[in-house]
């Protein structure tokens, strides 16, 4: 009985739902989870809403309005475990490039009466307004990495996602190094693992989509972009992307920019 089974909801702010789309996109593995839990909100999947408390709770999207705090509070609180998926939740996504410029000049432009829009001046994490059990990174999230963490958390224990960075996957695969081969801009060094290194493998340097590592050291990224002879304002460009909220890769932006003024 549904009862008698753990309670799954998800929910969506400011995102594209690409990330609830990766939930959808494991197929064989979600049914499994589908008869293991009570999938009590999931708009994406089901017509189905049941009110809390939620056992396992997911949550895509960023925090960019008055009304978004106030529905994330009540969330958490109808929540025994939270979880965060993908960039705009755990960063602010690619939204936050609007905490670097005024706010209401956007909304002059695109809007015919910009005087009905509320919306705050940065796109925010999910972790900047409740306390979160676990981020789960990437844009979009690796679907076998989410199975894992909700697997997890569903069987009380600690979800064993990789901390390692995006050069690891690469010397995995077999994939040349494409800065030290080829002189190419590359966030590999600093970004977080989980995508298996898919730019790089197509001979593209790495955009960053899994945020940075707990321990990114980006001094050193910096200048050796530098050294290549990448512009100050193409570093810059690379730290303001999917991620661009994210505390390590914003401060190296400034501190690049900073510099080159």
């Known amino acids: 009985m549904a009862n008698n089974r753990p309670k799954l909801a998800v929910f969506k702010f400011a995102s594209c739902d690409g990330c609830q789309l990766s939930l959808l996109d494991c197929e064989d593995e979600l049914l499994a989870v589908a008869g293991k839990v009570h999938i009590a909100h999931f708009p994406e999947a089901s017509r189905e809403s049941v009110r809390g408390p ?7 999207g960023s925090i960019t309005t008055p009304d978004d705090v106030e529905r994330i509070q009540k969330i958490r609180r109808r929540s025994k475990m939270l979880v965060t998926i993908g960039a705009c939740a755990t960063s602010g996504g690619i ?22 829009i509320r919306t705050l001046e940065t ?38 996602i990789e901390s390692g960075s995006v050069c690891v996957e690469c010397k995995r695969r077999g994939t040349v190094c494409v800065m030290v081969a080829q ?21 593209r340097g790495c955009y960053g989509c899994f945020g940075p590592q707990e321990t990114a050291n980006m001094d050193p990224l910096s200048e050796k972009l530098a050294g290549l002879g990448v512009l100050a304002t193409n570093i810059a460009r690379l730290y303001s992307t999917f991620n661009a909220g994210a505390e390590p890769f914003e401060k190296a932006r400034r501190q690049v920019e900073a510099t080159n003024n």
């Open 123 to 160: 796109s925010t994490a999910i972790a900047d307004h409740i306390p979160v059990d676990f981020e789960l990174r990437g844009c979009p999230v690796n679907k076998y990495q989410l199975i894992e963490v909700l697997n997890a958390m569903l069987w009380g224990r600690k979800p064993q």
């Open 54 to 60: 939620y056992d396992v709770t997911l949550v895509e």
């Open 183 to 203: 002189g190419m801009a590359c966030l590999g060094p600093v970004t977080h693992a989980g995508c298996g290194a898919i730019c790089p493998a197509y001979n």
């Open 95 to 116: 939204q936050a490039l609007r905490n670097f410029r005024d706010v209401k000049e956007f909304t002059s432009i695109v809007y015919a009466h910009p005087e009905y």
